[in-house]
Every structure is written in C-alpha cells, then in structure tokens.
C-alpha cells in the first residue's frame, strides 16, 4: 500500500490535487453559504447540513494528506467517491438543463481532480514521501529481523 516506483516528479501531481483539495474543503467552511450547504441545498443535494461539512473535512484530511505524501494511495479512496459523486450529481443536472457542453465545462475541475486521484491511487506517493519513508523503515526492519540475517 505504501510502495512506489513512480517518479519523484508524482510530488508535483501530490501537491497539484492535493492543494485543490485542501484549499476547496477549507472553503466549505469559510464560505457556507457559497461553498458549503447553501451550495449543497442550492444544488439539490440531500441532507446539505451534514453532507457539505462531511464533503469538507474530507477534502481537508485527504488533501493535506496528500500534499505531504502520507497514506496516499488510502487518501485517494474517499476522494475518488467525492468526485464521482460531484460529476453524477451536478454534471447529470447541468446535461439535462443545458446540454453535454455547458456539462463538460462546469465538470472540468471534478474530472481533473478524478484523473489524478486515479493515478496518484495506481503509483503511489513517490519517493519524496512519508510513505516512502516508513515504506523503507518496515522493509529494513524486516531484513534485520529476518532468521537469515547475520547478527555481529
């Protein structure tokens, strides 16, 4: 889960979607009205109240998580079921009102968010992590630990 053979380039991909996500879930906080359940009840989306500032502490938690490379590829799960449900709900709405263009420039954002949560899911975190760094750490302790390593 914590493995990665991926770049040390996926550290710009890290901060790209994680920072989107960090600063939107913040966001559903500052600006409630705009961002959070005023949006959410706005939209049609049952149960605002609870499911924006959910949809923002995920946002937050998964995004930070992210941007410093920890549980990445756990991170991405949430996020991932986030966005799909952001392109099913709105995009579906904005397709019936206005058609498949108007859907694909108002989906734009959730599908690049998507894309690179799939592919920080598929690779990991990079070398550039915490995940690479206890990745390293259990395999050492495994090798030292293990009956056919030589004590001195």
């Not at 920080?120 to 056919?148: F, Q, W, Y």
Request: hydrophobic fraction near 55%; charge should be positive.
């Amino acid at each position: 889960m914590m493995s990665s053979r991926a770049p040390a380039a996926v550290l710009l991909i890290r901060f790209a979607v994680g920072g989107v996500f960090l600063f939107e879930g913040i966001q559903k906080f500052l600006f409630p009205m705009e961002m959070g359940p005023g949006l959410f009840a706005k939209l049609g989306i049952p149960a605002p109240g609870l499911l924006a500032p959910l949809a923002g502490l995920i946002e937050v938690v998964c995004g930070a998580l992210l941007i410093v490379g920890f549980l990445t590829r756990l991170a991405t799960i949430p996020l991932i079921i986030t966005m799909l449900a952001a392109i099913f709900s709105l995009g579906g709405r904005i397709y019936k009102a206005s058609g498949f263009w108007a859907m694909a420039h108002e989906t734009r954002t959730d599908y690049a968010m998507l894309l690179g949560c799939l592919f920080l899911l598929a690779v990991g975190a990079g070398p550039i992590s915490i995940d690479r760094m206890l990745h390293t750490d259990i395999v050492e302790k495994r090798i030292d630990s293990s009956p056919n390593s030589q004590q001195t």
